[in-house]
């Protein structure tokens, strides 16, 4: 019996990884993350789909966690502590209207739907925070790296990752039910460890990478990925968030050891995270969908005209020229892997009705395909409106 239940587990997980890999082949071909792609395969295999996956439900749990772990890590290892500093400095502007413009939407469909206060405090994060893995494909796809509006775009992407290292810690305290006291005291927590880790990582960051550094890639592999599990471990038990922990450890990696374990690590958290993401459709009953449709529509239209006026505003006050404010505006509409990651914490706190979930994903969904799409089109958009204003003679 026990060899037939380990048998059956094997199946279906390879079925799963093997389509997952399928899922990413079509999303490659078509120029779109394969995120969205992800969550219509968990709504497939989840309750309420078409075949439910019963005997891998505890590895994909697993191995959901070990996917948001790697993901904030890897995003931790993308910057130094100086280039948070000056990024802080930059863009503190436009990044506190990139949180009033597109966390107020999330907040006033979710007191408008009835989800109370921790529906609005978890549904304001899912609106506000951009995709920096689908923006960072997608200038890269379109050769805009080197375009004058790029450092707005990161400078702002910055900002918004260093408010999730505050946010997550909140929203996991309401979450729990600990309080607004409780939440004080653990932003207060997580703020302290930023400080701390930003001076360490300036100060000493190279003491920091020789610890988890070799030049034996299995010796390698093992110190970084036991430490990152066992920083998440740990300030996951103090109630930081396992997410915050782990982007603080990749920032306070640096230089060579920093970009070696970008390069070794990257396989792990493409495998992990889109476990995750299949995991949170798993979650999702497809027939809480279409109650919340409507509203996820309402939420993308708004939230697409509000990054892009975030973009567009910040690309204006340094100085970029009209096209170039455009291209900054449309690069920040895609939503997808923090999105998922708070709505997840969410969903398994149980604190909000399964329509929560309907409508994350659904959001996501749909910002994950228009972000790409609006990336691409706003300029031969413009272009084309330039021509029909020209007069003919």
Not at 200 to 224: N, T
């Amino acid at each position: 019996m026990v060899a037939h239940e380990t048998a059956l587990a094997l199946i279906q997980l390879g079925a799963v990884i093997f389509g997952l890999g399928l899922l990413g082949r079509v999303a490659a071909r078509i120029g779109l993350s394969p995120i969205p792609l992800y969550l219509v395969g968990g709504l497939v295999f989840g309750s309420g789909g078409l075949v439910e996956l019963r005997q891998i439900d505890e590895f994909i749990h697993l191995g959901s966690e070990i996917g948001v772990v790697l993901l904030l890590l890897l995003l931790g290892l993308e910057y130094s502590a100086a280039e948070l500093v000056t990024g802080m400095r930059r863009s503190w502007a436009a990044g506190v209207l990139d949180i009033v413009l597109n966390a107020t939407p999330g907040v006033m469909v979710a007191l408008m739907l009835g989800w109370g206060i921790t529906g609005a405090i978890a549904m304001a994060g899912v609106t506000y925070i951009s995709s920096s893995g689908i923006v960072a494909k997608v200038l890269n796809d379109l050769g805009r790296l080197g375009n004058r509006e790029t450092p707005t775009i990161l400078s702002i992407l910055v900002f918004e990752d260093l408010v999730m290292a505050g946010y997550l810690p909140v929203l996991t305290a309401v979450l729990a039910g600990l309080g607004f006291l409780a939440g004080l005291e653990t932003l207060g927590i997580a703020l302290a460890a930023v400080m701390i880790v930003l001076i360490v990582a300036l100060r000493y960051g190279r003491y920091v990478s020789m610890l988890v550094d070799s030049e034996d890639r299995e010796i390698f592999l093992l110190q970084l990925l036991g430490s990152a599990l066992l920083v998440a471990g740990v300030a996951s038990a103090v109630q930081v968030s396992a997410a915050v922990g782990a982007f603080l450890l990749g920032i306070a990696i640096s230089g060579s050891t920093a970009h070696n374990a970008t390069k070794l690590l990257e396989p792990l958290r493409d495998l992990f995270a889109a476990l995750f993401f299949v995991l949170f459709g798993l979650s999702t009953d497809p027939a809480s969908i279409p109650p919340v449709l409507g509203w996820a529509c309402v939420l993308a239209v708004v939230t697409v005209a509000t990054k892009i006026a975030t973009g567009w505003w910040a690309a204006k006050q340094a100085g970029v020229a009209r096209y170039g404010r455009a291209r900054a505006g449309t690069a920040l509409v895609a939503h997808g892997e923090f999105s998922i990651v708070i709505a997840g914490l969410a969903v398994t706190a149980g604190a909000l009705p399964a329509e929560f979930a309907a409508m994350a994903t659904t959001y996501v969904l749909l910002m994950a395909v228009l972000g790409p799409i609006a990336a691409r089109v706003v300029e031969p958009i413009m272009v084309w409106a330039d021509r029909r204003k020209v007069p003919t003679t």
